[in-house]
């Protein structure tokens, strides 16, 4: 609790609270004013915060203050001693090299060695220009034929367009006939439907008429039974008057005698 009220007195911190424990060498560095890392890192600032990542700058300030700096210079004096003496080195063999000649052989033979890799080139280059000379003159030719196949595909097309014309106008017509067929067929069927509604009523009307037919001909055949019955019931009445008479004469003249 103390600690934390001095850091607060002298280095102005106001999140200690999320550093429940403050090393010795961060008191110190917070309490060391202006030639804090602390503040020379992050700058003229109140907050800690301990889990906020820092950036290759703040880190490289951080590693490049106090103790660090010593060690880090340590580190580059030693690599510059190594860099120099390895040049040292490399001039050591670059002149012991010169003296036995083997740079110059080294740079004669790569020298010979480019010349016959130029001349090989150059072989590989005509040849690929005579491959495409013969490739051009191939194309050449593909093109004329091409060519041909081209004006050939013309006359057809003109040959094909002249014939969809034709069809195209063959349709139409076929269009137009299929209308006037289909119009006629309608008129036909029409006619044909009235027709055979006529023709229906003709039939039930010819039915009608021999069903009435059939009715007249039995009344006919019992209006001639009647008429036959009722003759003969007549001839019999006759018969039976002429018989009733003849007995009345009969009586009158055996009363008279």
Same mark, same amino acid.
């Given at each position: 609790?103390?600690?934390?009220?001095?850091?607060?007195?002298?280095?102005?911190?106001?999140?200690?609270?999320?550093? $429940?424990?403050? +090393?010795? $060498?961060?008191?110190?560095?917070?309490?060391?004013?202006?030639? +804090?890392?602390?503040?020379?890192?992050?700058?003229?600032?109140?907050?800690?915060? $301990?889990?906020? $990542?820092?950036?290759?700058?703040?880190?490289?300030?951080?590693?490049?203050?106090?103790?660090?700096?010593?060690?880090?210079?340590?580190?580059?004096?030693?690599?510059?001693?190594?860099?120099?003496?390895?040049?040292?080195?490399?001039?050591?063999?670059?002149?012991?090299?010169?003296?036995?000649?083997?740079?110059?052989?080294?740079?004669?033979?790569?020298?010979?060695? /480019?010349?016959?890799?130029?001349?090989? !080139?150059?072989?590989?280059?005509?040849?690929?220009?005579? *491959?495409?000379?013969?490739?051009?003159?191939?194309?050449?030719?593909?093109?004329?034929?091409?060519?041909?196949?081209?004006?050939?595909?013309?006359?057809?097309?003109?040959?094909?367009?002249?014939?969809?014309?034709? @069809?195209?106008?063959?349709?139409?017509?076929?269009?137009?006939?299929?209308? =006037?067929?289909?119009?006629?067929?309608?008129?036909?069927?029409?006619?044909?439907?009235?027709?055979?509604?006529?023709?229906?009523?003709?039939? /039930?009307?010819? !039915?009608?008429? *021999?069903?009435?037919?059939?009715?007249?001909?039995?009344?006919?055949?019992?209006?001639? *039974?009647?008429?036959?019955?009722? =003759?003969?019931?007549?001839? @019999?009445?006759?018969?039976?008057?002429?018989?009733?008479?003849?007995?009345?004469?009969?009586?009158?003249?055996?009363?008279?005698?």
């Amino acid at each position: 609790m103390f600690t934390v009220q001095i850091i607060n007195k002298k280095a102005t911190v106001l999140d200690l609270r999320a550093c $429940p424990g403050v +090393s010795a $060498p961060l008191f110190a560095d917070l309490v060391s004013g202006e030639s +804090s890392i602390f503040s020379r890192v992050f700058g003229n600032t109140r907050l800690i915060q $301990p889990y906020k $990542p820092v950036t290759k700058a703040q880190a490289a300030v951080a590693l490049t203050s106090g103790r660090m700096e010593k060690l880090i210079h340590e580190e580059l004096t030693r690599i510059e001693v190594e860099t120099r003496l390895k040049l040292s080195e490399m001039e050591d063999i670059k002149r012991e090299l010169t003296q036995k000649g083997e740079i110059e052989t080294f740079w004669k033979a790569k020298i010979e060695k /480019e010349q016959e890799r130029e001349i090989k !080139s150059q072989e590989a280059l005509e040849s690929a220009l005579l *491959e495409l000379r013969r490739e051009r003159k191939e194309t050449e030719e593909g093109l004329s034929e091409n060519m041909k196949e081209k004006i050939a595909l013309e006359g057809e097309r003109s040959i094909l367009l002249g014939l969809k014309k034709e @069809i195209d106008e063959l349709s139409e017509k076929v269009f137009n006939e299929n209308n =006037q067929v289909m119009s006629e067929k309608w008129s036909i069927e029409k006619i044909s439907a009235d027709v055979n509604g006529k023709y229906e009523s003709l039939i /039930e009307t010819k !039915s009608r008429l *021999e069903a009435e037919k059939e009715a007249v001909h039995v009344l006919r055949s019992w209006v001639e *039974e009647e008429a036959n019955r009722l =003759q003969n019931r007549a001839k @019999i009445l006759e018969q039976a008057v002429g018989r009733w008479r003849f007995n009345d004469n009969e009586d009158s003249v055996g009363k008279l005698g």
